[in-house]
């Protein structure tokens, strides 16, 4: 099993819908929590942190379940500007601190 | 302005050749990354330092070096011995030390071996 694991799409939606990704991770002892966005040939940019609390930013909701041992990304109102590919990025620790991507959710928002 | 600066950003080699790419960083961060990523796939950990003097193999360190010789530099060598070493390469950069903060990337450096 991979340590980080997305469904890489891609989620075909139209603009104004609301669409969730979710990504799972393997180790129990993971401790940090990130989703970020690549747009195309371009590097990861941090989109926001996933907090036990959970987050919103704008549009943007993150969810993190320990027990589960997944995190989760809902995009509200989706604009033809969020079509990217989203990286779940999980932190763990082996003495050092390690984050360690998931292969990323494709998104496409149509007109 | 604070950041990472990798070069070049687009890099030819023949095959049996060695290649360097340059990452430098200005945010004054202890620990930096190289990752590599395929077409259609996530990065994956080359190589990492946490500090000056000191790193570690990542998850497919093999046919890769690299040398943290100044907190500011972390170049990374593609060997001849990398079996397929076409790739988009990037570095990053965080804090370090006991936070799990934000990873900083540069533009990336595409290597296409001829």
């Known amino acids: 099993r991979k340590e980080v694991e997305q469904d890489p799409g891609p989620f075909n939606v139209p603009e104004g819908a609301t669409v969730a990704f979710n990504c799972t991770y393997s180790n129990s002892a993971s401790q940090s929590f990130f989703w970020y966005r690549q747009d195309c040939r371009k590097e990861p940019k941090l989109l926001m942190s996933?907090?036990?609390s959970g987050n919103e930013d704008g549009r943007f909701t993150a969810q993190l379940n320990r027990a589960s041992q997944y995190i989760s990304l809902l995009i509200r109102d989706s604009k033809l500007s969020d079509s990217a590919t989203y990286l779940c990025?999980?932190?763990?620790?082996?003495?050092?601190?390690?984050?360690?991507f998931g292969r990323g959710t494709s998104l496409i928002v149509h007109p | 302005d604070g950041g990472i600066t990798q070069s070049p950003k687009y890099l030819f080699r023949k095959e049996g050749q060695n290649v360097t790419l340059s990452c430098e960083q200005n945010?004054?961060?202890?620990?930096m990354y190289w990752y590599r990523q395929d077409p259609g796939q996530g990065l994956r950990l080359i190589y990492y330092s946490q500090i000056v003097n000191d790193f570690q193999k990542g998850d497919i360190a093999e046919g890769y070096s690299v040398s943290r010789e100044k907190k500011e530099s972390f170049p990374l060598t593609v060997t001849s011995a990398q079996k397929n070493p076409t790739a988009f390469y990037l570095c990053?950069?965080?804090?370090?030390?006991?936070?799990?903060?934000?990873?900083?990337f540069g533009e990336g450096s595409r290597l296409t071996v001829l």
């Open positions: 945010l004054n961060h202890d620990a």
């Open positions: 990025v999980v932190g763990r620790r082996g003495g050092s601190y390690i984050p360690t």
């Open positions: 996933v907090y036990s």
């Open positions: 990053a950069s965080s804090i370090g030390g006991t936070r799990t903060g934000e990873l900083f």
